[in-house]
């Protein structure tokens, strides 16, 4: 797969001072479930009801982003009594797609033609659990209902193999080239180009000669990207006590964020860059394709434009991701959440 990262420029982004928006916009609803609401409820006094699979994934599809601090277990609730009998899941939330998948723990099963209960928690106040918006707005009832029943059947189901983590000889090819209009962007440059001074080389959007690699950002070699980007907090988002400091979960979605979070793609502000761009979101072979089974209402993975201006507004500053008029294939932004979620690791390049 080729990808190219010089490609994705943050050019012209991360710079100055923002003021911080504190308005936060519609309420977060799920848009759809795997399983579905009352699956295999409408067979389960038939001997073979097949029901939902023991081991069965839970897969939920937002109409947000998510404050990646709430995409946690401690957001629902499963269980075949009651509440207190709760089963534990684990959570994984694809910021491209705004879908959590919840897996049981390895070798847990569901109790095969039970009834189970998946409930939402739902906020109460401002310090309350339950998902929220990345701006803090919480999970309110839609289409979709907060709590709902599936029966299960009494077998498991066999589940395809996962894909291949990208390894870095991918992922390097994102940073270099030119193939999405933005070589001068984040490119060592110590000898000028394109008739500019040393150290600067021509802006793809208007052709005035600027710094490079711009605000220390270095994506062309592999010690750039190690040194730059890997837990480097993001210009824009240094607005927290301790700047340069890169937080986990703070209070604030976007404060003091690293440009790639290593094991965390929800919290990489390089993933939210492109994700503002909705040409990212175009594969040539498959348009609107989903990785889940989990319904997608509309067709379309994109987010719509006032999700994408509540973005900038929050801590997505400027321009997104790559250069105007450019842009990155789906197939290369999963690559790119893959490798990060698998620990963006770059030791494999090394000599």
Known sequence: MAISLTALGLGGCDQGEPALDTSRGPALHVVAT??????????QSAPNCEGVPLNTDIELRFDRYLDPASAIRQSVLLYSTTPDGAIFLQPEYDVIERVVRFRLFENDRLQPS????????????????????????????????LKFNFFT????????????????????NLFRGDRAGCSGCHVSTPEG???????????????????VPRQGLDLSTLTGVERTALNQVAHQTQIGPNADTPLENPGRVGVQMPIIDQQRPENSYMMYKLLRNES????????????????????????DAAERDRLREWFVRLDPMPAQGFSLELSELRALQAWIRAGADLDACKP
């Open 34 to 43: 795997f399983p579905a609401p009352g699956t295999g409820t409408d067979c």
């Open 280 to 303: 990212n979101f175009i594969d040539g072979a498959a348009p609107g394709t989903s990785n889940y089974r989990v319904a997608l209402p509309g067709g379309n993975l994109a987010p």
């Open 153 to 172: 059947g009494t077998a498991d189901e066999t589940k395809p193999a996962e894909p291949a983590v990208p390894d870095c000889r991918q992922i390097l």
């Open 193 to 211: 180009r394109g008739g500019c001074d040393p150290g600067q080389a021509p802006d793809p959007s208007t052709g005035e000669c600027i710094a």
């Open 114 to 145: 039970t009834l189970y209960t998946f409930e939402f928690v739902t906020p109460t106040d401002d310090s309350s659990g339950g998902f929220r918006a990345f701006d803090g707005a919480p999970i309110e009832a839609g289409d979709v209902p």
